[in-house]
């Protein structure tokens, strides 16, 4: 078993290497525009503390950075980061980071070097390698498996919806057939080819399509435009192809969705295929009955799992709600505004589409749950 793990740990290894190269700086040295390097930082040349009104302090600083990659390795730059413009995001930094670099050139034609940010491919890299470490020891051959179904899901993502959205296919027709290979991968490379994956995909399929149709409803009834995101800005400007963003929030949505329909569908079917084999000699009913109680708790716990999740990624604009300033300062504007109509809208359906999913799964097992223990 111990040597079944160590192998499964390095094949994982060399399967995700590859995408390490997402984590690392594009070292592309296009002429003409900006490119970007990783440095690290020589010297703190000079510092400059100021104060917001406030009352928060914050540094401003002048590096020396040597480059690290291209074909500039090996030179020293000067970053000049001390300025009257207040960047609320800008880092501090010391000598030794790793740093992310922008070269471009001003007006007369000379190299302008910007450090942008820390260099966090190494430390997220290892990250990954302890997450499947973690995901191997405790999960053994299922955990293996799980790896794997996410694996491919990334890269249906990666190299199957995002290069065809790119190319002007409808991304919500694109979102649908991604979303389907998704759930094949999910429920089969997890749970095998049997009979309770094949009714999971059923019940994970019937949910999935509420919440589209719900998901359809109601963002065209809010007049959601999918185009709130800072991130849309810089989509428009790099892509050649007109996006449909409400189609592709539909997508997002259904996508976002099916990680916990996942949970629950597999739990419910599950949890039919224990209490048939404890007792066989209970009625449907009553298996029914007993399985609902477990997918209630397990809803209950996933819910409260969501909004905590939700409450705990936007705290900023959770405080933001109760500073009362414009253009947040009663409820009626909260709640019409659009980002955050999009973020109620997916919620809610999302959570409409799991609580539905339990007792569909929950039927169809029933149904089947004679068979469940022989093809299971």
Known sequence: MKNKFFFGVFLMILVL???????????????????????????????????RDNGQKVKQQELQVGILDGDLKGQKVIYNGISDVDVVSANVYKVGDQVLLTKSQDDTGHDVFYVTDFVRGNSLFWLLILFIAAVLAVGGKMGFRALVSLLVSFLLIMKVLVPLVFAGYNALFVGIIV??????????????????????????????????????????????????????TFVIEASKQAINFHD???????????????????????????????????????????????????????????????????????????????????????????????EVVRTLVGVIGLC?????????????????????
């Open 356 to 376: 539905l999913s339990a007792p569909i799964a929950t039927v169809l097992a029933v149904k089947y749950g004679q068979k469940l223990k022989n093809k299971g």
């Open 179 to 232: 979303s389907f290979l998704v759930l094949m991968a999910l429920i089969y490379l997890t749970e095998g080819w049997n009979r309770k994956a094949h009714i999971s995909v059923i019940a994970i399929a019937a949910s999935l399509v509420v919440t589209a149709i719900l998901s359809l409803i109601f963002c065209n009834w809010s007049r959601l435009s999918g185009a709130t995101q800072e991130e849309v």
């Open 17 to 51: 290497f590859p995408s390490a190269n997402f984590l690392r700086a594009d070292d592309s040295q296009s002429t003409g525009r900006p490119t970007t390097l990783t440095g690290e930082v020589l010297q703190i040349m000079q510092e400059h503390e100021a104060t």
């Open 248 to 342: 592709l929030l539909l997508a997002a949505i259904m996508i976002g969705t099916l990680g916990v329909l996942d949970d629950v569908v597999v739990g419910q079917v599950e949890a039919v295929a224990q209490i048939r084999e404890a007792n066989n000699k209970l009625t449907k009913p009553q298996v029914f009955k007993m399985a609902m109680k477990v997918g209630r708790a397990h809803l209950g716990a996933i819910i409260n799992t969501l909004f905590l999740a939700y409450a705990g990624a936007s705290l900023p604009l959770i405080l933001l709600f109760n500073m009362h300033q414009e253009p947040m300062l009663t409820f009626s504007q909260i709640i019409n505004n659009e980002e955050i109509a999009t």
